[in-house]
């Protein structure tokens, strides 16, 4: 038998919610939650332990924790490691396509990922790692495991991979060279057939958009600032009820001259992290307070009297760029010069 | 040309891959303009300070500590 080790964030692993979320490292006997699942498909492999690791705890101490894991990985002398299925997941996601490509760089064994394709776990990678890809969600559990069990089961046996589409993992960016059985005439035309139908698919991934920096504020002293947040800050009671995961929108409040977000008139409802600490003081995630001084003190001009919010948990690449050019064409509008965007 | 934005999260590594191009590395994922006042000036002295400085795409700064 193979020996492999599965990594798995506190939630998967049984430890605890979002309350759990800085635990630090803990390595766990055999197959836990969804490795269970994945155990029972694997054939040749066993998974000998589980390490975990709180979410939040890796975001925030991301080389610790992979020292750490390192660490309790090497003693299991594994020949593959296996790494979530983190979903959309961004914090778990990025946990796991870092101790995958860590093993493989620095054990030199095979490792695997599984998760979404806009994942930004899957940039980490950055091709490095073998990544099953996923729903967007847990609901596609049953049909990541298996799939994730042929990948392990071709990475440890080498044997060569077909192409992503058809083994169900995501591009790297490899271009390989394949003999076919029609010559260029017949192909390009079955491809203009296919596309007139109405199939379009492209082995080319999307990608970030990337925009060069702006170019820096001239005077902050003269300057209008705006406070934007994804971190789900609304009104008490979420007037206009915005989702705490996968929002469809972004809302917009006015601050009506208020000094600071008041506890108990501020809340957030975000689905992606422990809210205890937020709603204690909602200035922890929009720094009101703070800059409602530092605008008395001549530091910055004047503060725009609206703050944008919306929830960045598990939203759609294509619906977060929507929303930022939609915000920006109004802090544009507005004459905005400056924007503290806060991101949890 | 857009409107000079800097982003303050505890999760740097995810902003530089999605393109944020002006990034402050805020304390904790629950609270990234730290837990009481002291703390969030010098976030927000720091996160400022990155809105009047020239930068390359995806740049990361920290805050100093107290």
């Known amino acids: 038998m193979v020996r492999a080790v599965h990594y798995l964030n506190q939630f998967f692993a049984g430890l605890g919610g979002e309350e759990a979320a800085g635990t630090p490292p803990t390595r766990l006997d055999g197959p836990v939650g969804p490795g269970r699942g994945l155990a029972a498909e694997l054939d040749g492999i066993e998974v000998v332990a589980t390490l975990a690791c709180g979410d939040d705890y890796f975001g925030e101490h991301e080389e610790e924790a992979l020292a750490r894991l390192l660490d309790f990985l090497e003693a299991e002398r594994p020949e593959l490691l296996v790494a979530g299925p983190a979903f959309g997941s961004g914090r778990y996601g990025l946990a796991c396509a870092r101790i995958s490509r860590t093993a493989s760089e620095r054990l030199g064994i095979p490792a695997l990922a599984a998760m979404h394709e806009e994942n930004p776990g899957v940039a980490v990678a950055n091709g490095a790692v073998l990544i099953a890809a996923t729903a967007g969600n847990v609901a596609g559990m049953r049909e990541a495991l298996p799939r994730m069990a042929r990948l392990a089961e071709a990475l440890v046996s080498g044997r060569a991979l077909g192409p992503p589409a058809q083994e169900g993992y995501l591009p790297r960016g490899f271009r390989r060279n394949e003999l076919a059985e029609k010559p260029g005439a017949e192909r390009a035309l079955d491809l203009l057939l296919a596309k007139l139908a109405g199939d379009v698919g492209s082995e080319v991934a999307g990608g970030f958009d990337r925009v060069p920096p702006p170019p820096p504020v001239g005077d902050l002293s003269r300057a209008l600032v705006a406070l934007v947040t994804e971190a789900g800050c609304v009104p008490q009671g979420n007037p206009d009820r915005l989702p705490t995961i996968r929002a469809r929108g972004w809302l917009r409040y006015e601050l009506g001259g208020a000094p600071r977000l008041e506890p108990g008139r501020y809340e957030s409802v975000h689905g992606g992290f422990d809210v205890s600490l937020a709603n204690e003081d909602p200035n922890r995630l929009v720094p009101l307070d703070t800059v409602r001084t530092l605008v008395a003190e001549g530091r910055l001009g004047r503060l725009h009297d609206v703050y944008y919010t919306t929830t960045g948990n598990g939203t759609p690449v294509a619906a977060a760029t929507r929303f930022g050019r939609e915000i920006a064409a109004e802090l544009t509008d507005a004459g905005v010069e400056a924007v503290l965007l806060s991101g949890t | ?66």
């Not at chain 2, 995806?58 to 107290?66: K, R």
């Open chain 2, 1 to 66: 040309m857009g409107v000079p934005t800097v982003f303050v999260t505890s999760l740097p590594t995810i902003a530089t891959m999605v393109g944020a191009n002006r990034i402050v590395r805020g304390p904790a994922i629950t609270h990234p303009f730290g837990l009481d006042e002291a703390e969030r000036r010098r976030i927000v002295e720091r996160a400022l300070e990155m809105l009047e400085t020239e930068v390359e795409p995806t740049t990361v700064w920290e805050v100093d500590p107290a």
